[in-house]
């Protein structure tokens, strides 16, 4: 039986797989990003209306120089804006501006970016049949995805395939070498409070966020002895 996730579903959070996968302009979208759903996930209002303002700022600088130059402009702009627009709170218009980004997507990572990032929104709009399609082709692009792994599992949680986000999640339970210190997986569980939530609904989630609390525990303890 699927559980309720009792947190603010409209908000996420935003990561890229390294640090050289964006330009200098997309890593500050993307900061952008993650603080103004961290603002809206406090209600902070003054906060939301100053960094709405920076972001589509930053859009319009994105914008005018063809996507910082990226080698692929019709597929970046329409991906840079659905990830603002999404971090607004207008989960439909960045799908379907993540849809018009998908056309033009010309690589296999490109092409995970965007199904994942629709299969995320389609989650925040409640209708986990379609995030599961989405999460699918996504999967389809790069199977250990981290981002694309997690986003399945809530799918398929909220779905109510409770067995399948335990397959997911006892995946990676049985990779350690996936928990480290600012790694995408350790982000997720900290920060994403949906990601945390079902982890805890599940036996390996809880597990992983047992280990994750174990090891900021002893980094912790070897920092106050150095």
Not at 23 to 41: P, W
């Amino acid at each position: 039986m699927t559980q309720m996730i009792p947190t603010n579903s409209t908000t996420t959070i935003v990561t890229a797989s390294s640090s050289d996968e964006l330009s200098s302009l997309e890593a500050v979208i993307m900061d952008a990003c993650n603080e103004l759903h961290a603002a809206r996930q406090s209600d902070d209002a003054v906060g939301i209306q100053v960094i709405t303002k920076t972001l589509n700022s930053l859009l319009e600088t994105y914008d005018a120089t063809d996507g910082d130059n990226h080698p692929n402009p019709a597929w970046a702009r329409a991906n840079q804006r659905a990830l603002a627009y999404s971090a607004m709170g207008h989960i439909e218009k960045a799908i379907s501006l993540e849809l018009a980004a998908l056309k033009y997507a010309d690589t296999p990572r490109r092409r995970e970016i965007s199904s994942g990032n629709i299969a995320d929104r389609f989650i925040r709009l409640g209708d986990p049949t379609s995030a599961i399609a989405f999460f699918l082709d996504a999967q389809e692009e790069n199977p250990d995805s981290i981002p694309v792994l997690l986003t399945g599992a809530v799918a398929v949680f909220d779905a109510g395939y409770t067995d399948q986000a335990e397959v997911i999640f006892k995946t990676l339970l049985d990779n350690p070498a996936l928990l480290q210190p600012n790694s995408e997986l350790v982000a997720y569980l900290e920060l994403e409070p949906r990601t945390r939530s079902v982890a805890r609904s599940l036996v390996s989630g809880r597990k992983l966020i047992d280990q994750l609390d174990k090891m900021k525990s002893k980094s912790v303890s070897e920092g106050a002895q150095s």
